[in-house]
């Protein structure tokens, strides 16, 4: 009886770990133009990753869900680059539209820098999603603070790929768990028969 009490406790504590919070991946992709260092770059390949912990994920003011991210940019030819002012990702909870907040650069204004409307419901920011492209959006001329110098796109020339992956949690798993609960079963049945 004793040993089915500590499974039941063992699957209880595995499952209990496997539903914390976990680091995930938003990714947007498209061709656009824009100025980046303050040169031009046309009908260039830019992907904007940005990185959060669902722990974080919460309504602002309007309900609308956010997560402060860490997020960089690369720009096919022109090399990679990092935020500097702080970002979120964002999803409406209204109209199924996700995207990148970034500040605009010399000021504290949150601007979007890249979003899309998805053709599904509202996401939860938390879930495995895409890839899915769809039209996207702009602020076109709005230069944002990055490693590289300021960075802007000014123009959309395809449709915005959005992906989201979480990341396993760095927490073990029911499956880490099992040479221990093998363990504990072996000295238990061994003071038993003591």
């Known amino acids: 009886m004793k040993v089915l009490r500590f499974v039941s406790l063992l699957v209880l504590a595995s499952g209990a770990l496997s539903a914390q919070a976990a680091p995930i991946t938003y990714t947007l992709t498209v061709f656009a133009s824009g100025v980046y260092g303050g040169t031009a770059y046309t009908n260039a390949r830019v992907t904007l990753t940005a990185v959060g912990d669902t722990s974080a994920i919460a309504p602002n003011q309007s309900g609308n869900l956010i997560v402060p991210v ?3 940019g690369s720009i096919d030819g022109r090399g990679s680059f990092e935020f ?13 539209t996700v995207g990148l907040n970034n500040v605009l650069s010399g000021t504290n ?8 409307r998805l053709p599904s419901a509202p996401y939860d920011l938390k879930s495995p999603s895409g890839p899915l492209s769809a039209p996207g959006h702009t602020n076109p001329g709005a230069p944002l603070a990055t490693t590289g110098g300021d960075f ?7 449709d915005v790929t959005f992906q989201a ?8 798993g029911p499956a880490a768990l099992g040479p221990f609960a093998l363990g504990t079963l072996a000295t238990m049945r061994k003071r038993r028969k003591a």
């Open 109 to 116: 204004t949150f601007i979007s820098t890249l979003y899309l």
């Open 84 to 96: 500097l002012g702080p970002c979120t990702f964002f999803a409406l909870a209204t109209i199924p």
């Open 152 to 158: 802007q796109i000014d123009s959309l020339d395809s």
């Open 70 to 72: 860490t997020a960089t």
């Open 165 to 172: 992956i979480p990341s396993p949690a760095a927490v073990p």
